[in-house]
């Protein structure tokens, strides 16, 4: 099995490695092939890399390359992990919409809609050449924003599924609190990538018992203190939204909170430096504890588990019963997971051609959403005026043009007003035009 990660040389890389060398048996890869254009990144990353699967005795062989046709010839999958500009655009990206009394953040809002702009051409390019080169291999995309990115791969045609790490770690922290093992824990997950809710634990499966009332009960406090939301509007919702529902329910609160500090992007620039310092120490051959707060945490073990089920290795899963009933996510290998996919009438307040992020069963023909319970009006509203946002997003990443790009902001709820959009719009195009043709 011959795995590629376009974006080989990103500082999150030693954990995926380390999830690769951890679960071989899950996903017994032979050939693990990194790319990057930024060689000295990749030259250090590839080192600690192969120095990882030493220690643990993975026996495959880790290549790096700068070269994508090299890369990709012959993969099983292809992982996506991109940021075209790197930690300098992010930066951008989180500034400048505080001048309107915005959130500036990466994934969401303006930020988030300028990083699709640069991002989906990038994507899209790298996808064609994969089809090319090699046709019937995998795409994962764990490149933000997923749901607009993964929406961009689909309707080009790609054999592509969309990943993020929320649903992962809400599974981990579950379990913990409940002490079971993962594998256990069933979440019942809706939404869109980066505006999802927990409506459900369940333990066992889909059909497993609801234990989320006795996880709010019990630990309400932990978990509103987490999310950094009060602890009553849990109990009043009944849910667990993810983290990035702040941004809509406590808005300014975190507007004001961003003016005050440094950016997440300084922060993350800052540990990249001395991470790639770490990463040279050829004494070093296990992923540094400091890797864990730069984010992606159990990203490795969702890769693996995704690029297990899809191409179809089963040695390690065991048997279980149909997608109607029972099993469980948790285990790598697991026939369930959450991930972005095509809508295709699971939500029918969407359109079929929507991304969403839902529990589907994986398997070698892709992702298969499993059936979802009636969604509150309270959070399927916010989520048909996002899914709106996003097609206007994806037409502009697409065809360009200021009317396009203003239209998006205008339609995004955490923008919303024709002022902000008209100025939101030119400050847009202003700090990203190096990465917009059209511009």
């Known amino acids: 099995m011959k795995l590629t990660v376009v974006g080989g040389g990103s500082t999150y890389t030693p954990e995926l490695i380390d999830g690769f060398a951890r679960l071989r048996d899950t996903l017994p890869i032979e050939e693990l092939v990194l790319v990057d254009p930024a060689a000295d990144r990749l030259e250090l ?4 890399a192969r120095r990882i699967f030493a220690r643990q005795d993975h026996p495959g062989r880790i290549v790096t390359t700068s070269l994508l046709e090299e890369g990709i010839e012959g993969a099983d999958a292809v992982l996506l992990q991109l ?24 994934t969401t809002g303006a930020g988030g809609l300028a990083k699709a702009l640069r991002t989906v051409p990038v994507v899209l390019d790298i996808a064609e050449r994969v089809r090319r080169t090699n046709p019937d291999a995998w795409i994962i995309d764990f490149t933000n924003p997923v749901g607009i990115v993964t929406r961009a791969l689909l309707q080009a045609g790609h054999k592509a599924v969309g990943l993020c790490n929320v649903a992962i770690g809400f ?16 979440l019942d997950h809706v939404g869109l990538n980066h505006l999802t809710w927990e409506t459900g634990v369940r333990l066992g499966g889909p059909e497993g018992e609801d234990v989320l009332p006795e996880l709010l009960s019990r630990y309400g406090d932990t978990i509103a203190a987490d999310l950094h939301l009060p602890r009553p509007l849990l109990d ?64 490795s073990e969702a890769a693996v588990d995704l690029a297990a089920g899809l191409l179809g290795d089963t040695r390690s899963r065991p048997e279980g019963p149909s997608v109607e009933g029972g099993g469980g996510r948790g285990a790598a290998g697991s026939p369930y997971q959450v991930v972005n996919t095509y809508n295709r009438g699971t939500l029918p307040f969407l359109p079929d051609d929507a991304v ?36 206007l997003a994806l037409e502009a990443a697409l065809r360009g043009g200021r009317d396009r790009v203003f239209r998006a902001l205008l339609a995004h709820p955490l923008v919303g007003q024709y002022e902000y959009a008209e100025t939101l719009t030119d ?4 700090h990203n035009r190096e990465h917009l043709a059209w511009a």
């Open 356 to 391: 969403i992020e839902v529990q589907a069963a994986v398997g070698a023909k892709g992702a298969t959403p499993l059936s979802v319970p009636a969604v509150d009006p309270l959070y399927a509203g916010l989520m048909a005026q996002v899914t709106a946002y996003e097609e």
């Open 45 to 48: 990353v590839g080192g600690l």
């Open 171 to 186: 599974q981990r922290k579950f379990a913990r609190m409940l002490g079971v093992t993962p594998g256990e824990v069933h």
């Open 83 to 106: 940021r075209v500009g790197g930690q300098a655009a992010r930066e951008q990206d989180e500034t400048w919409p505080l001048d309107c009394g915005c959130v500036g953040q990466e």
């Open 427 to 430: 400050q847009l195009i202003a």
């Open 236 to 299: 009043r919702l009944g849910v667990v939204p993810s983290y990035y529902l702040r941004y809509y329910y406590a808005h300014d609160e975190v507007v004001r909170e961003l003016r005050t500090k440094p950016s997440r992007a300084a922060e993350v620039a800052a540990m990249e430096r001395r991470l790639l310092e770490m990463y040279a120490d050829p004494a070093l051959d296990e992923k540094p504890e400091l890797l864990a707060k730069r984010g992606g945490a159990y990203y």
